[in-house]
């Protein structure tokens, strides 16, 4: 397994926009475009089908198709969303939906202390304030999200290992119950879709 994600190249982080296009026609709508390829939901958009977005994650072909959709679903039961992915001791922030800010520079040591590293460790999830912490700080800066009253830091777990974590925040109000549920899921479904991905690529090699 190891030697499978050490393959993953730089190009697993892009996305065909055909691909992207056709499989997200039918479960998104329009908005101002994000890095992560997808659109932000417009204030009063009504939200995705959650069903149809479930489904797409499980039939995504590449990392970023998969995360691109996860933080879309994420936002139908929270404010903002973001996916960092685990890799060589670096976390970074690959994906992102209502996020103001540029989220490719939440960038940090895994090693660092931090509820991120506390997930990984772990393997549990975190929902609480922001700690005080300088690393928290700077990642949610970077986020756009600096002034949220709760965050919440699930793992997406291939195998044994932590290789994503899934973030997300009610800006000013709480993560209610409900929600920190469903985006549990969520970070199950996120890591199932990516061990189906790498298992795919070893028996193509």
Known sequence: ????????????????PATFAETFSN????GASLGSGLRAVRPGEPAPDAAALEAAIDGAQSRSLATGLAVRLARTYCEAAAVFVVHRGIVRAIASDGCSGR??????????PSVFARVVASGEPY??????????RRVLRALGR????????????????????????????LVSDCAFAALSVLGRRLGRAYERMILTRRHAA
């Open 103 to 112: 989220f490719e520079t939440a960038l940090f040591l895994g090693s660092m």
């Open 27 to 30: 479960v998104a709508r329009g």
């Open 146 to 173: 600096d002034h949220v009253e709760e965050m919440a830091v699930l793992p997406a777990r291939v195998g044994d290992r932590i290789l994503m974590l899934l973030y997300a925040d009610n800006g000013r109000e």
């Open 1 to 16: 397994m190891t030697a499978a994600i050490s393959a993953l190249g730089p190009d697993e982080e892009l996305i065909d």
């Open 127 to 136: 929902r609480g304030a922001p700690p005080e912490r300088t690393l928290e």
